[in-house]
């Protein structure tokens, strides 16, 4: 009989442990609580799509959620909706835009931050106009590249910005990083 006890506790100490070292696997839509639900709203139709670790973090998200500020609240609401409008490439270059310019050096992040505050600045209309617009090309500095080659990626310009294609919001890209 004690062998059978030191046994079945033998078992179930190494069942729970194996237990606790498994990563939990993130809760389906219907298995979200009502709260997250409504938090997550704009992501419903794309949640079972989702990755684990992107579930994860706008999990974290919907958990902060009660204790941020109204405008807050809604602002957070604003980009997840912009967000849940992007198609997968868009969300992709997206984030890879976010990696790009968080490795700009302070001093270029500082001045993208000012043209991004002077574009906002301007009346509606003429941001459109701006976002409509075809940009300029660069300037030629070399020899045309053949055909064959892929194009570069263009690089943080200096010009006066244009609207983005996707804005990324800071709780936004950190939830999908």
């Known amino acids: 009989m004690a062998k059978a006890l030191l046994a079945l506790a033998l078992w179930l100490c190494l069942s729970l442990t194996a237990l606790a070292a498994s990563p939990k696997k993130p809760p389906t839509w219907a298995e979200l ?6 938090v997550l709203a704009p992501l419903a139709a794309d949640w079972e799509k989702l990755e684990p670790e992107r579930k994860r973090k706008w999990l974290g998200i919907a958990k902060r959620y009660p204790k941020m500020k109204p ?4 602002r957070v609401q604003r980009r997840m909706e ?28 500082q001045g993208l931050t000012k043209q991004w ?13 701006l ?5 300029k ?6 020899a ?13 310009s200096t010009e006066q910005p244009e609207a983005p294609a996707a804005v990324t919001p800071p709780a936004a890209a950190q939830a999908t990083q």
């Open 33 to 38: 609580t009502l709260e997250q639900q409504q």
């Open 82 to 109: 912009a967000w849940a409008k992007l198609t997968p490439k868009e969300r992709q270059t997206a984030r890879e835009n976010y990696k790009r310019l968080e490795k700009l050096p302070p001093e270029k992040k």
């Open 71 to 74: 405008d807050e609240q809604a």
């Open 144 to 156: 045309p590249k053949s055909p064959a080659e892929p194009a570069p990626v263009p690089a943080a």
């Open 137 to 142: 090309p660069p300037a030629a500095t070399s």
């Open 117 to 129: 505050e002077e574009y906002n600045r301007l009346p509606e209309q003429e941001r459109r106009k």
């Open 131 to 135: 976002g409509s617009a075809p940009r």
